[in-house]
């Protein structure tokens, strides 16, 4: 806009006067960002209308009113990357392509101040890579910025990316970062950066106080847990070594930090990828008599990464053949746990363990597999992935290779076990299913009653099916989780074969298990009614008829509801107990015979009204 204008706008609105500089700046070919249109460039001022006509990627002259612009439009400087990839797209795609972090530079250099926050450089980023390749491209990219002198890096996304007027190196960046912080968790993560620098010859003197910090924080800090303060004494070590300061002399030593064998465990699963060989090497050495077992019991807990390096450890140590036999009892007693199961079929073919998993690719690997995922989906709080649901469903050759060896009579109770798996959706569920019927044809039957069961619906009441899903949550959310913290606890014990609170456990596993399948089947088919279809022209769910004997001759009335209505002492009858379902569609005066166990009596209607106008 020209100032002949921008001042006829701000004398027709006064308010407008502190914002002139920013409608001067709204120019015809000036680019800029609105908050709902995104990137645009300005093509014209209308006088006439008292508008800036704008090009926006997906609103071509779109109007606007100036004043309404002044709060929610950006004019950008020349300078700013999204300009600049439109006016040298060249330049910015060679510099996405092999200058990441001078990108960054550059993106700083068009901000107020050369300081921007971590959001909002996200944001610029992500439209001049494009949204597809940011996120992989700004993996790779943040390394190279953290490693470039001119910036600093914030710590938090809330803080700002600087750039500096003086480059320091990173080296320096750490140590500054180092002197500045009292947590021992980050004091650690630093020592390790500098142990990982290329110039760290050059700052012993530095890492002379590094290693004093380090030290006072795995001796002294409280706010570390034990797998923290073992990684942060091996860094500690690191440092002296390279120092040529006598480790033994530093305290707590890594062995006095493992010396405790019941407290590996909850370590292992807390200690860094990275870390995880050294563990089991310090594991060997601390403990040289009881290591094969400590490992083989952190192997049974074990999660992700640390599963495998239990396993090459057990290996590489010898120990194959009691690798395999341990694996093999623990498919037995029903202890092979998630993370393992997952490791054994991802291994059934390599040539490092084929020969070692052989005999455990059997039909009760699957059952083990089903329950695991039907655990993990009950106890899982979100929809997160299940990684062995994933690897059953991606691997197509999986289920083929543990029904090799199966019976028809077991491949159907395994398809009936995955019809009622919580950790799969109902498509998948199909896709798994057509691969059982593949090898064995005549589950094609379990499929098709179960899709008839489905569709035979339950008519219940609204209070009946409020009961029977209380029933269900309070079976999944409560009971199976108490159950399987039970049989956890009970494998505490020892000897899994007189074990008595193991068994008891386990069958009460089964009837939760079951009880929950019938009640999903029966709440699927369930459709709730208010009983207002049921006529007085002929019974139906929702009548009250009364019936004579013709034996006594003594007359007896009846209410007819939902199929989970039973009550007895008040005769009230579910339509699908025997006489409910024999007086179903019968009118005054019609007859009827029911049979119930060893008797058989016959009835005549005397009368019908419906439920809903007696209440």
């Avoid at 290329?198 to 380090?214: R, W």
């Avoid at 030290?215 to 500690?236: C, F, H, K, M, W």
């Avoid at 070594?241 to 407290?263: C, H, T, W, Y």
């Avoid at 019991?297 to 239990?310: A, D, I, M, R």
């Amino acid at each position: 806009m020209n100032s002949e204008a921008v001042s006829a706008l701000i004398a027709k609105n006064p308010a407008l006067k502190a914002a002139k500089a920013k409608l001067e700046a709204m120019e015809p070919g000036a680019y800029c960002v609105h908050r709902s249109w995104g990137f645009g460039r300005i093509k014209q001022y209308d006088e006439a209308a008292h508008r800036l006509i704008i090009d926006f990627k997906d609103k071509q002259d779109h109007p606007m009113d100036p004043a309404f612009c002044v709060n929610t439009l950006d004019v950008l400087p020349a300078n700013h990357l999204l300009v600049r990839k439109e006016t040298e797209p060249e330049k910015i795609a060679e510099l996405i392509a092999e200058q990441p972090a001078q990108l960054v530079v550059e993106a700083l250099e068009s901000y107020p101040n050369s300081a921007a926050t971590v959001i909002e450089m996200e944001i610029v980023l992500a439209q001049v890579v494009g949204p597809e390749k940011f996120k992989k491209w700004w993996s790779a990219a943040k390394k190279a910025v953290a490693k470039d002198p001119r910036i600093a890096i914030p710590e938090k996304k809330t803080e700002c990316y600087v750039l500096r007027e003086i480059p320091v190196s990173v080296e320096d960046e750490i140590l500054e970062q180092f002197k500045a912080t009292r947590s021992a968790r980050r004091r650690i993560a630093l020592a390790e950066e500098l142990l990982g620098s290329a110039s760290k010859k050059d700052l012993k003197t530095d890492l002379g106080e590094i290693l004093k910090g380090v030290t006072d924080a795995v001796r002294d800090s409280n706010q570390i847990a034990p797998a923290e303060r073992l990684y942060g004494a091996a860094v500690r070590d690191d440092l002296a070594k390279f120092l040529g300061v006598e480790e033994s002399a530093l305290e707590p030593s890594q062995a006095s930090i493992v010396a405790n064998v019941r407290d590996l465990p909850a370590i292992a699963e807390k200690i860094p990828v990275h870390f995880q060989g050294r563990f089991l090497e310090l594991i060997s050495e601390t403990h040289p008599i009881e290591c094969r077992d400590i490992v083989f019991n952190l192997l049974k807990v074990s999660q992700g990464k640390f599963t495998t390096e239990c396993i090459n450890f057990l290996v590489e140590q010898g120990h194959a053949d009691e690798l395999a036999a341990a694996l093999k009892r623990w498919q037995t007693e029903q202890n092979l746990r998630a993370p393992v199961l997952l490791w054994i079929v991802k291994n059934r073919h390599s040539k490092k363990f084929a020969k070692l998993l052989n005999d455990l690719i059997t039909p009760r690997l699957l059952s083990a597999i089903f329950f695991a995922i039907d655990y993990e989906a009950l106890q899982a709080a979100s929809a997160r992935r299940i990684p062995l649901a994933d690897i059953l469903s991606d691997d197509s050759e999986l289920i083929a290779d543990l029904l090799a060896t199966a019976d028809p009579e077991t491949a159907r109770d395994l398809a009936n076990t995955l019809m009622l798996n919580q950790g799969f959706e109902e498509l998948t569920k199909k896709s798994l299913l057509a691969r059982f019927i593949k090898i064995f044809p005549g589950i094609q039957s379990l499929v098709a009653s179960e899709a008839e069961s489905r569709e035979e619906q339950l008519l219940v009441s609204r209070s009946s099916y409020d009961r029977r899903r209380e029933e269900y949550e309070t079976i999944v959310a409560k009971k199976i989780p108490e159950n399987s913290r039970a049989i956890a606890s009970a494998r505490e014990h020892g000897d899994l074969k007189e074990n008595s609170e193991y068994k008891m456990a386990k069958q009460d596993q089964q009837v939760l298990m079951a009880r929950k399948g019938a009640l999903e089947r029966e709440l699927a088919r369930a459709r709730v009614t208010d009983f207002t279809e049921a006529t007085t022209e002929q019974i139906g769910v929702g009548s009250i008829v009364e019936v004579r004997s013709q034996a006594s001759g003594q007359t007896t009335r009846y209410t007819i509801l939902g199929a989970w209505d039973g009550d007895p002492d008040n005769h009230v009858v579910s339509y699908k107990t025997p006489l409910g379902a024999a007086l179903l569609g019968k009118k005054v005066g019609e007859h009827i015979n029911v049979k119930s166990g060893t008797n058989d009596e016959d009835y005549v209607v005397v009368s019908l009204a419906r439920y809903v106008d007696a209440r």
